[in-house]
């Protein structure tokens, strides 16, 4: 059996003390590669480890740290939100890891770290000790050696041990010895850690491999590859439960417990939950319809996917690979599903690809993974949808929300585009991207009225684009302007039947315009509308609904005015005199 090679945290190549990162505007050779005249981009991948001592909240979220050397380093926050997404999980004690690190020179001559992406930035709650002590015990207990694994429980290295099933990186020999480790050596705290907080694709990932950059939460296909050896564990994993096929197949099987003391398996949702059907559409094959009437908010779907690829990957083919590997690991079940979707791209790419490329959905708008999921797979456009799906990175999980009541044996849609342009420019988009002629509700208006809707969408594009233009400016003036866009904005949703998740950006817009003016007590109302449209779309365990949420947690103690609805209205939009 080919060797499961697993993460160092201690290796001081991949994960660097602040003394040894490169330095912001230098050319570092050992970390950069030349990608053009006078041009660099990393080479590698790196990231920076360190236990948070001090919290600072003052205009942006800063922290100050310590690394594996006890350099003291500050952490600046110039995010799009200046940290306040990090507010609440930032606890001395707490671990930050920030990915592609480098030395910054801050304009009162200190020198720290400058973090601008929130997607490489994760903050764990466990201190840098405990993290790295749980690096040693998974390069100890996690790979094969000569004559097998060592027993977390008992430290008997043996070829037939068990595998956890929550958190795959310890193994056992029975379940005297899984007692044994969960309640005496630690691994009660050491499995919620890695399964709780991703840590297990940050153990499996192959740090030394640079196809594309990465971003938190880190999933495959950029873990190592141990050959069909590692394929079988992760089937075991899989099968969990199962007597028969895959888990037996498998020399080492994965560990359960009944008691929910243990390790355990998620899942699925209960299809007897279910308010839709899956059902052939004239003109469209299948698609999913409403078998009830599903009010407004309701969570329609939960997926998890049955495998995820890179999004931004140039390589076709090493992609094309990926997906053939995936494939090959799926269950015989699972596969006839898959080959069961469509494939609008031919023989331009094998069966899998095509089949992949068509049906992939993003695990989050600006993500460079995505998703395959068979029952989401099946649910059509539509221009004017009545469903949003979003993917919930603190679940795992593909939803699908009803924007609006939906009735029943009515189909369920999604919108397929980034934003929803004019007329041509939706038919165009969609042609060229998804091969079809979109005949929904909103492309069959009469023309007059079709006219109507894209003079309103084009303004909608023109308003949106001013938004940002408007914090440049300064005072009351500015501050009316920018607010009278962003509701200008929303009247015309209204007017157009927009209710997906536009709506909770632009009321976050108006959110991020009132902090910008540090207007706290509409910056609470707007946070407030915020999170009730991210709730409708995305669900209260949505993260940017939680990350609301707390926005508005902050500002319990803002009181704003006691008005009539009316009154209100004007005051919020600055209509009336404050």
């Given amino acids: 059996m080919p060797a499961q090679k697993y993460t160092n945290l201690r290796n001081e190549a991949t994960f660097p003390p602040f003394t040894k990162l490169p330095e912001e505007y230098g050319i570092d050779l050992s970390f950069h590669e030349s990608s053009g005249p006078f041009e660099y981009q990393p080479s590698r991948h790196w990231c920076f480890l360190a236990e948070i001592s001090e919290v600072e909240i003052f205009i942006r979220l800063r922290l100050i740290v310590r690394d594996k050397q006890g350099a003291v380093v500050p952490v600046a926050f110039y995010t799009d939100d200046r940290g306040e997404e990090f507010v609440y999980q930032a606890r001395k004690g707490f671990t930050v890891m920030i990915l ?83 309640q005496s050596k630690g691994h009660k705290r050491d499995c919620n850690l890695i399964r709780e907080n991703g840590l297990q694709a940050m153990f499996l990932m192959d740090w030394d491999r640079f196809e594309h950059f990465i971003e ?76 009830a009437k599903i009010p407004q908010g309701t969570r329609i779907l939960s997926e998890v996917p049955l495998f995820r690829i890179p999004r931004d990957n140039p390589n076709i083919s090493a992609v094309d690979a990926i997906v053939v590997n995936e494939v090959s690991r799926l269950d015989p079940s699972q596969q006839r599903e898959f080959f069961s979707l469509t494939n609008i791209h031919g023989t331009k790419h094998s069966a899998a690809m095509g089949i992949a490329r068509t049906n992939v959905l993003p695990l989050g708008s600006d993500s460079r993974s995505g998703g395959l999921f068979p029952i989401a797979s099946r649910i059509n456009h539509s221009c004017r949808h009545n469903a949003q799906n979003t993917w919930n990175e603190k679940i795992g999980r593909l939803t699908i929300h009803a924007l609006r009541d939906i009735e029943q044996d009515e189909e369920i849609t999604i919108c397929y585009l980034p934003t929803t342009g004019p007329y041509e420019e939706r038919q165009q988009h969609l042609s060229a991207t998804f091969k079809f002629t979109c005949t929904c509700e909103l492309c069959s208006l009469p023309r007059a009225q079709r ?3 894209n003079a309103r969408l084009c303004t909608i594009q023109e308003l949106d684009a001013q938004i940002p233009m408007v914090l440049w400016g300064e005072g009351v003036r500015w501050k009316e302007q920018a607010l009278g866009l962003v509701r200008s904005v929303l009247d015309l949703f209204h007017e157009e039947g927009i209710q997906d998740a536009h709506v909770a950006r632009t009321y976050y817009d108006a959110y991020q315009l009132a902090v910008h003016f540090e207007d706290e007590r509409r910056a609470k109302v707007f946070a407030q509308r915020t999170w009730e449209a991210r709730c409708v779309a995305e669900g209260e365990d949505s993260p940017t609904a939680a990350k609301m949420r707390n926005a508005v947690e902050m500002r319990r103690h803002v009181k704003v005015p006691e008005l009539d609805e009316s009154g209100f209205e004007k005051w919020l939009w600055m209509e009336v005199d404050n």
């Fill in 451 to 453: 006219e109507i809707s």
């Fill in 216 to 291: 938190f939460p880190l999933h495959e296909p950029i873990v190592r590859s141990a050959g069909t050896a590692e394929a079988m564990e992760r089937l075991a994993t899989l099968s969990i439960g199962n007597d028969s096929g895959a888990s037996r197949a498998a020399e080492e099987t994965a560990m359960t417990s009944k008691t929910g003391e243990g390790p355990s398996t998620s899942m699925n949702d209960s299809q007897a939950d279910r308010v839709y059907d899956i059902q052939p559409i004239p003109s469209k094959g299948k698609g999913m319809v409403a078998t």
């Fill in 100 to 182: 592609y690190a480098d030395q910054h020179f801050f304009l009162d001559m200190t020198t720290g770290i400058r973090l601008e992406e929130e997607s490489l930035c994760k903050i764990v709650p466990a201190s840098l000790n405990e993290l790295l002590s749980l690096s040693d015990k998974v390069g100890r207990y996690s790979t094969w050696q000569t004559g097998g694994r060592t027993c977390h429980g008992c430290d008997e290295k043996r070829v037939d041990l068990q595998k956890c099933a929550r958190c795959g990186m310890f193994w056992y020999c029975n379940k005297s010895c899984q007692t044994t480790g969960w």
